[in-house]
């Protein structure tokens, strides 16, 4: 495999004593293609080498020596050596990586375990827009880690106990005969949640009815124990729909309440080091010195432990059971001061170096109504489930005004739907507040999931009229040198350092944007070049560059979550 990065650094190491793989790491790739395919900055060397950026990099252009079959020329530009790759030797790398599918057989994570925690819906609340992106989001990294070799596993940290579950089973001891639990579980538990909790503002002693029924359930209480399963097993029948909408898949669906019997050791440990106080009947962790001013509580002041003690029980069990390198959680960023607190707290945990520092919180923005934020509380929410359903009705709409003769229209409605709700999900800074509109998440044009899907299906159009691919032997490299081939090739050469650069900042918006680039490029490459021609060379080469985007666009929607459907 060509390395073009490689290439130039081991290059340069020739004529300056510094090696070549951190040479490697100050090689970047510039925004301006006129400014070459890469380009190697001098003003870290400045300060070492007691010279300016600009006359170091005219140094370094006079002492080396290129390969012009591989690098075709080097220029100077301030403080800039810009490297412009040969055109040739580009195009044969990509068709080779293309024949041999080798951007499905990253060796990258080989040997390294990686713990996802995502989407963690609570039991009992209905499945809304706000646990889209959690879902969406962790689903992506899962199957990126995954794809690069990594060992992935994906955990639903399931949101099954607490003392919201004190309150429904109190409001289900008082009015459960009023509600239909059986056929509509969700709607019918939110209507009690939401009642429970206004009978909880009115009065106290409802309220510590509620919180002693928490603490029966952590006892084992036998009533508390079969109200609790049927909400759960109800709760998860509904959530797997959603799921299934989804294309959603995980390996352990251990919740809060598996580690009820773990934080016994959890505790033992806290209390060895000497920092637990206790403060108002409760037990707490001080972390000012840590530069957090808000203590880490572990144990309520009735005794009943705090999600704080559940996910610290978690880590311990993760590490020990799963032997991670990086174990990401997948949240909102309000629950940024829990995670810091708890990430402190680990450790004081008897654990290894490296299950402390392999802890990331991955937060992002909220989804918000245009009225503010969403309260299952205040029942201003939409359910998850009526948009994806919504979605594929609104595609099924569209996909018949643009071809009525379209067979499986239902299929194809359903990844256009499903699809565009994902990639509108991704397609921006993860950390972004998302407020959620109709028009916005289900726009076909422009930007957008469906858009990729339409130039996938463009491809598969142009090799439909063909017939067959080309085998990658009878293409002439030399044919497709121009702007718009190139453009494409720069692109999928880049696929595979995409994906890592993915994983570096936990960002699935960085495939996202690049599915974006590559679409826009074929579309470029389709208006300016004819593909069927008679001359058969020209047409071999141009429709192996065909097949070659459909290729990267179809491997890189599906490690979105997005389905390509073959017609539109």
């Known amino acids: 495999m060509l390395d073009f990065k490689q290439e130039i650094a081991n290059t340069i190491e020739k004529v300056i004593n510094i090696d070549t793989k951190e040479l490697e790491s100050y090689i970047e790739i510039p925004k301006d293609n006129k400014n070459g395919d890469y380009a190697f900055p001098c003003f870290r060397l400045a300060k070492e080498l007691k010279k300016a ?102 955990v639903n940290h399931l949101g099954d106990y607490g003392t919201q579950f004190g309150k429904l089973i109190e409001g289900y001891k008082l009015w ?65 729909r959603v799921y299934d909408l989804l294309g959603s898949q995980f390996d352990s669906w251990n919740g809060e309440a598996f580690y009820s019997d773990k934080m016994a050791e959890v505790m033992e440990m806290l209390e060895k080091t000497g920092k637990v106080q206790e403060s108002q009947g409760a037990k707490i962790i001080d972390l000012e010195e840590q530069g957090i001013n808000t203590p880490c509580i572990i144990e309520k002041s009735n005794g009943s432990t705090t999600y704080a003690t559940r996910d610290l029980a978690a880590i311990l069990y993760r590490a020990r059971t799963y032997d991670y390198d990086k174990s990401l959680y997948v949240t909102s960023y309000e629950q940024v001061l829990h995670f810091k607190q708890i990430f402190e707290v680990a450790k004081l945990l008897d654990l290894e170096e490296k299950y402390k520092k392999g802890l990331h919180h991955i937060s992002f923005g909220m989804v918000l109504l245009p009225t503010g934020k969403m309260s299952t509380r205040e029942g201003n929410i939409i359910k998850l489930e009526e948009l994806l359903k919504e979605a594929i009705e609104r595609a099924k709409k569209i996909v018949e005004e643009k071809n009525p003769e379209l067979e499986n229209k239902e299929d194809v409605a359903k990844k256009v739907g499903i699809g565009a709700v994902i990639f509108n999900d991704l397609a921006n800074s993860r950390i972004k507040d998302e407020i959620f509109d109709w028009n916005q998440i289900l726009n076909f044009q422009g930007e957008t999931g469906p858009y990729i899907q339409y130039t996938y299906v463009r491809t598969k159009s142009v090799l439909d009229k063909v017939g067959e691919v080309p085998r990658a032997e009878e293409v002439k490299e030399e044919l497709l040198i121009d702007e718009y081939s190139q453009a494409i090739s720069k692109l999928i050469y880049a696929f595979e350092d995409i994906l890592v650069q993915v994983t570096q900042k936990d960002e699935p918006s960085i495939l996202a944007r690049y599915l974006i680039e590559l679409a826009k490029a074929f579309s470029s490459f389709y208006n300016e070049n004819k593909i069927i021609t008679e001359d058969k060379q020209e047409q071999m080469a141009r429709v192996y560059l065909t097949y070659s985007v459909g290729e990267i666009l179809k491997t890189g929607a599906s490690l979105l979550g997005i389905e390509m459907p073959d017609k539109m």
């Open 53 to 154: 950026p600009g006359q170091i990099a005219s140094e370094i252009k006079e002492k080396i020596e290129i390969d012009t079959k591989i690098i075709e020329k080097v220029e100077v530009l301030g403080g800039y050596l810009n490297f412009y790759v040969n055109k040739q030797a580009l195009t044969k790398e990509v068709i080779q990586r293309i024949a041999t599918k080798q951007y499905e057989n990253l060796k990258i994570g080989e040997g390294k375990n990686i713990v996802i925690d995502y989407s963690s819906p609570n039991i009992a609340k209905p499945f809304h827009i706000g646990h889209l992106r959690s879902t969406v989001i962790g689903g992506a990294l899962y199957r990126i880690y995954q794809f690069l070799g990594y060992h992935t596993t994906g």
């Open 176 to 240: 459960g005969d009023e509600y239909d639990i059986e056929k509509d579980p969700i709607n019918e538990l939110t209507k009690i949640y939401i009642r429970i909790n206004e009978a909880c503002k009115e009065d106290e002693e409802i309220l510590n009815r509620c919180r002693d029924n928490f603490k029966k359930l952590e006892e084992k209480d036998a009533y508390c124990l079969e109200v609790w399963e049927k909400f759960k097993a109800l709760s998860l029948q509904e959530f797997k």
